[in-house]
C-alpha cells in the first residue's frame, strides 16, 4: 500500500487496518459459509466448546503478537516467533484432524468442526487486534509506534511483500 509522506502515524494505521479487517470478515464469511452448509455434521456441545477455544485462541495470539510488534523491525526473535506461531497453529489442527480420522470421526464432521474452529479464530483475532490498538496505540512512544506501524502488514493474507523478503535476505 503506498503511503504518502505526509500521511500521519493515525492514517496509516487506520488504513492498514481497514485492508485488515475487510480481510478477516472476509475470511470469517467464508468458513461461516462452510459452516451452514455443514451445519447437519455439527455437534452442537462440540462446535461451541471449539468456537469458544478457537475465540480464546485467537484472541491471546493476537495479544502476544500486539506486543511483539512494537519491537524493532529487524529483530529476528519477533520474525521467528511469528513464523512459529503459524506452523504451530497449522502442527496443531493437523494432529487434530489425523487424531480425530484415528478415533474413527467422519471427515465431514471434521471438516465442520475445522470451519467452526477457523470461524472462531478469525473473529477472536480481529476482536482482539481492534481492542489492542484502541487500549494501547495512544499510549506507545513515538518509536513503539513507528515500530509498530512498520511491523503491521497491510493484509493478513498476503502478509509480505518481495521488498521486505528481500530485505531479510540482506541482513
Same mark, same amino acid.
Not at 529487524?74 to 520474525?79: A, L, S
Not at 470421526?105 to 487486534?129: K, N, T
Given at each position: 500500500?503506498? /503511503? #504518502?509522506?505526509?500521511?500521519?502515524?493515525? &492514517?496509516?494505521?487506520?488504513?492498514?487496518?481497514?485492508?485488515? /479487517?475487510?480481510?478477516?470478515?472476509?475470511?470469517?464469511?467464508?468458513? =461461516?459459509?462452510?459452516?451452514? =452448509?455443514? *451445519?447437519?455434521?455439527?455437534?452442537?456441545?462440540?462446535?461451541?466448546?471449539?468456537?469458544?477455544?478457537? +475465540?480464546?485462541?485467537? !484472541?491471546?495470539?493476537?495479544? +502476544?503478537?500486539?506486543?511483539?510488534?512494537?519491537? %524493532?523491525?529487524?529483530?529476528?526473535?519477533?520474525?521467528?516467533?511469528?513464523?512459529? &506461531? #503459524?506452523?504451530?497453529?497449522?502442527?496443531?489442527?493437523?494432529? %487434530?484432524?489425523?487424531?480425530? +480420522?484415528?478415533? @474413527?470421526?467422519?471427515? $465431514?464432521?471434521? /471438516?465442520?468442526? $475445522?470451519?467452526?474452529?477457523?470461524?472462531?479464530?478469525?473473529?477472536?483475532?480481529?476482536? %482482539?487486534?481492534?481492542? !489492542?490498538?484502541?487500549?494501547?496505540? @495512544?499510549?506507545? #512512544?513515538?518509536?513503539?509506534?513507528?515500530?509498530?506501524?512498520?511491523?503491521?502488514?497491510?493484509?493478513?493474507?498476503?502478509?509480505?511483500? #518481495? &521488498?521486505?523478503?528481500?530485505?531479510?535476505? *540482506?541482513?
Amino acid at each position: 500500500m503506498i /503511503q #504518502s509522506v505526509n500521511s500521519s502515524p493515525e &492514517e496509516i494505521l487506520r488504513r492498514k487496518r481497514k485492508r485488515r /479487517q475487510a480481510e478477516y470478515i472476509g475470511l470469517t464469511a467464508f468458513q =461461516m459459509s462452510f459452516v451452514y =452448509m455443514f *451445519r447437519y455434521f455439527l455437534h452442537l456441545e462440540t462446535a461451541i466448546i471449539i468456537a469458544a477455544a478457537a +475465540l480464546s485462541l485467537g !484472541w491471546l495470539l493476537v495479544v +502476544l503478537r500486539e506486543k511483539r510488534r512494537i519491537l %524493532s523491525v529487524g529483530n529476528r526473535t519477533r520474525i521467528l516467533t511469528d513464523a512459529v &506461531e #503459524s506452523l504451530l497453529i497449522m502442527f496443531l489442527i493437523a494432529i %487434530s484432524i489425523i487424531i480425530c +480420522l484415528k478415533l @474413527g470421526i467422519e471427515l $465431514l464432521v471434521i /471438516q465442520a468442526h $475445522l470451519c467452526v474452529f477457523l470461524s472462531g479464530y478469525f473473529c477472536g483475532s480481529i476482536l %482482539s487486534e481492534t481492542h !489492542w490498538v484502541t487500549n494501547n496505540f @495512544g499510549y506507545l #512512544s513515538p518509536n513503539e509506534r513507528r515500530n509498530y506501524l512498520l511491523n503491521l502488514n497491510s493484509s493478513i493474507i498476503f502478509p509480505y511483500n #518481495s &521488498e521486505f523478503l528481500r530485505s531479510l535476505l *540482506r541482513e
